[in-house]
Nanobody, 123 residues
Framework: QVQLVESGGGLAQAGGSLRLSCAAS????????MGWFRQALGKEREFVAA????????YYMGSVKGRFTISRDNAKNTVYLHMNNLKPEDTAVYYC????????????????WGQGTQVTVSS
């Protein structure tokens, strides 16, 4: 089992920045790819970014490329999502998720999920 706890959400103004963290506990963190997803009110959960367990590959949805950066610190069992130049359309509950080895854009391919953290961006 892997337990995931997100933090760092909150209220930001358009153009501002936030850094989300996801702390993992339980099984070893090193062999898990990590993903960030988000779900806006009334919409389906969507892929945001993913990073392989060795940090050698990262993936992003198109609308966040160049604004968001995913990173991880395996020594701290933590994955981060650095969000810059935030836009009102980034408002959502953000979830981190874990799966073995390779990242994926599909929610169904992740085995473990956190409880989510709210990000609200005002215009």
């Amino acid at each position: 089992q892997v337990q995931l706890v997100e933090s760092g959400g909150g209220l930001a103004q358009a153009g501002g920045s936030l850094r989300l963290s996801c702390a993992a506990s339980g099984r070893t963190f090193n062999f898990y790819a990590m993903g960030w997803f988000r779900q806006a009110l009334g919409k389906e959960r969507e892929f945001v970014a993913a990073i392989t367990w060795g940090s050698d590959n990262t993936y992003y949805m198109g609308s966040v490329k160049g604004r968001f950066t995913i990173s991880r610190d395996n020594a701290k069992n933590t994955v981060y999502l650095h969000m810059n130049n935030l836009k009102p359309e980034d408002t959502a509950v953000y979830y981190c998720a874990a799966r073995r080895f390779q990242g994926s854009v599909y929610t169904s391919e992740y085995d473990y999920w956190g409880q989510g953290t709210q990000v609200t961006v005002s215009s």
